[in-house]
């Protein structure tokens, strides 16, 4: 069965090109020119992976309005940001509402489908896990891979796609520093350094708001991060 991509994009040519584009790969595409008309759309089911513009019509930030609506929904379904608007307080503000991706409509379309197919296939490996390794505990931490769902002493921390799998990476190998490079590897993404650190500041905060003294994660100056051993 095809993959369902949604495009929230008020701009007709911009929508219906990147449409057209992406179901010459083989997904079922469907594009939407308000956060009105996508929610509607997204009440009956919700797609594979959603790729959102931030200004939608006259709302300026309904992009963000948009993608803190389906957080709420679901917390695993991979979102792509793609705007022409590259602040990095929207990149921010983007990946702190829970966005896998931020890209600006500069990159080619080899660009955008290149992260497409690295979200899909993240997905895939998080649920198609080896039999023997389903489940992953490092101390007070669970990581259960088929369900991509994660708890901290016993308490469930609500983790993205991108999230999840660069706490999976550190967490597999406590004590080891993984460079910023290695996690955008292990993570199928290819975003720079400041964005990386945005990543884990938002993963901290999420566990802290269920553990106030959680300090598993370390940051190793001038090397990268590593998970704290036990």
């Not at 079922?28 to 594979?48: H, I, K």
């Not at 370390?218 to 998970?227: D, I």
Request: hydrophobic letters at 40%; glycine letters at 6%; a negative charge.
């Amino acid at each position: 069965m095809a993959r369902r991509i949604a495009i929230v994009e008020d701009e007709h040519a911009i929508r219906e090109n990147y449409v057209s584009a992406l179901s010459r790969y083989g997904y079922e595409v469907n594009g939407y020119p308000s956060r009105t008309t996508a929610l509607q759309a997204f009440a009956n089911r919700l797609p594979d992976l959603v790729i959102i513009d931030v200004g939608l019509g006259d709302e300026a930030e309904g992009g963000f309005e948009l993608c803190r609506e389906i957080r709420s929904q679901s917390r695993a379904l991979p979102i792509i940001f793609l705007t022409a608007r590259d602040s990095d307080l929207d990149v921010i503000s983007g990946l702190r509402l829970g966005a896998d991706d931020y890209l600006t409509k500069d990159i080619s379309l080899q660009h955008l489908l290149a992260r497409v197919v690295a979200l899909f296939r993240r997905i895939e490996a998080l649920r198609s896990p080896d039999p023997d390794s389903t489940t992953l505990e490092e101390g007070d931490l669970i990581l259960e891979l088929e369900s991509m769902s994660s708890k901290w002493r016993g308490r469930p921390v609500q983790l993205t796609v991108t999230e999840f799998w660069m706490v999976h990476t550190l967490a597999r190998f406590p004590g080891h520093v993984k460079t910023r490079d290695q996690l955008m590897d292990d993570a199928n993404v290819v975003v720079d350094a400041s964005t990386i650190t945005s990543h884990i500041k938002r993963i901290r905060k999420k566990f802290l708001a269920v553990d106030d003294e959680f300090d598993e994660i370390e940051t190793v100056h001038g090397a990268g991060y590593r998970w704290r051993p036990d």
